[in-house]
């Protein structure tokens, strides 16, 4: 299955295109991802784990890829997608983490395009759902991914952290 794609979008305040993040993204990543983590609850930023977790994702595409939304000199935002297959649906979904446009490029329509092109991709490739985590607390977040028709499951996460000495 080919998974990668470019495509050029629409030029808002800057130029910009969105496309798959590389190993030479990864610092601006780690920064975006940290920035991310400080704004939510369930997470504490820490870059040698978000670096890390970056890290295998970028090395294994089979894994998931991470698309940035990007001018010639900088990136201003991410989404990262992890591929897995449900038994529920019988195929192929995606779990779409980690979406995130840095607050100087905020309101300017480039995570709403960067969300359509993830959307876009699941549906090139034939994956049969998209699911996300947003934080509950931020009704800002649940009304974005509202728009873009994502809906409210009945399903409630619950997680459950095993920690390693290295962690």
């Known amino acids: 299955m080919d ?3 470019t495509a050029p979008i629409k030029p808002l305040n800057q130029i910009a295109r969105i496309e798959p993040a590389t190993l030479e993204d990864l610092p601006r990543l780690v920064e975006l991802t940290m920035a991310l983590f400080e704004e939510e609850e369930d ?3 820490n870059m040698e784990r978000q670096r ?3 890290q295998a ?3 294994q595409p089979n894994r998931g890829r991470i698309f940035v939304v990007r001018t010639d000199y900088e990136i201003m935002g991410m989404a990262n997608v992890l591929f897995t297959i449900s038994t529920a649906m019988g195929g192929f979904v995606i779990l779409l ?3 995130i446009v840095h607050p100087d490029f905020r309101d300017q329509g480039y995570g709403t395009q960067l969300v359509r092109y993830v959307i876009d991709f699941a549906k090139r490739k034939d994956f049969l759902r998209i699911t996300l985590l947003t934080d509950q607390i931020s009704d800002e977040s649940q009304r ?4 873009l028709n994502f809906v409210h499951s009945h399903m409630v996460p619950m997680r459950l952290s095993i920690e390693t000495s290295e962690a």
């Open 3 to 5: 998974l990668s794609h």
């Open 43 to 45: 997470f504490a930023p």
């Open 57 to 59: 994702i970028l090395e």
């Open 97 to 99: 983490e980690d979406v």
């Open 52 to 54: 890390r977790g970056l």
């Open 144 to 147: 974005f991914f509202q728009k």
